[in-house]
């Protein structure tokens, strides 16, 4: 398990390259009732139209227009510290945005910008699902929530949707478990864990560029064999 990921107040989990995404697919193999993506898994068509539901978040594909908020977001300083990918202008975040669709395009990584409805669609954070090994029973989970929107409860209810969503449409895929990292000292991130579910498992050792421990929480997809429903 590679522990070298950081997450923010509400953060993203940042590890070695890894596509990431938004943007619908175009189905695979026509005439499937379950297509299959380019690495041989069966991926359910309406995994790829369908979002997270939160109630009064919207949690969508990332879009082009996001840039200037994206840009926003990652000036601030905690981010920074929790985050290994840093954001600074539009050409950065042009590449930040091109790898959200790339990940959703290559069928491993889902990202999800975090809208507040009540607000006039008030981008407040970010939500993603990676599963780097392809047929593994477990994925990750991470976020991080706009310096803005901090105090609203936009992590923990987006990330619960989230976690429902990934373990309702990946469960013909065998998966399990889902972890979620941070870095020691990130007590908001404990706290949305847990409230989401996601029990601490281990306390890993530092590993660069990650100067601190960290925490890795895990929480079971409810009925697993063998595995306590959270």
């Known amino acids: 398990m590679n522990h070298r990921l950081g997450v923010c107040a509400g953060g993203l989990p940042q590890s070695a390259p890894r596509p990431t995404g938004p943007e619908p697919l175009a189905p695979h193999g026509a005439g499937e009732r379950c297509p299959r993506d380019r690495y041989g898994l069966r991926v359910p068509d309406e995994r790829r139209a369908t979002a997270p539901e939160a109630d009064a978040l919207l ?12 840009i926003k977001a990652f000036r601030d300083p905690s981010m920074r510290a929790m985050l ?32 507040d409805r009540a607000s006039a669609g008030e981008l407040v954070g970010n939500v993603a699902f990676s599963r780097p090994a392809l047929d593994a029973a477990s994925g990750e989970v991470g976020y991080w929530t706009a310096p803005w929107a901090r105090g609203r409860g936009v992590a923990s209810q987006a990330l619960g949707a989230l976690t429902d969503w990934v373990f309702e449409a990946f469960a013909e895929n065998g998966l399990v478990r889902l ?23 281990e306390v890993l050792r530092a590993l660069p560029p990650w100067p601190r421990e960290g925490h890795r929480h895990v929480r079971f997809r409810p009925g697993s064999p063998g595995r306590r429903a959270c």
């Open 179 to 201: 972890d979620l990292l941070h870095q020691v000292g990130n007590d908001a991130s404990c706290r949305v864990a847990e409230k989401c579910g996601y029990d601490l498992a």
């Open 84 to 115: 290994r990918t840093w954001v600074t202008d539009e050409a950065e975040a042009e590449r930040w945005l091109r790898r959200q669709r790339e990940g959703r395009e290559s069928g491993t990584r889902f990202a999800f910008a975090v809208v």
């Open 59 to 70: 949690l969508r594909p990332w879009l082009p227009d996001d840039m200037p908020d994206v």
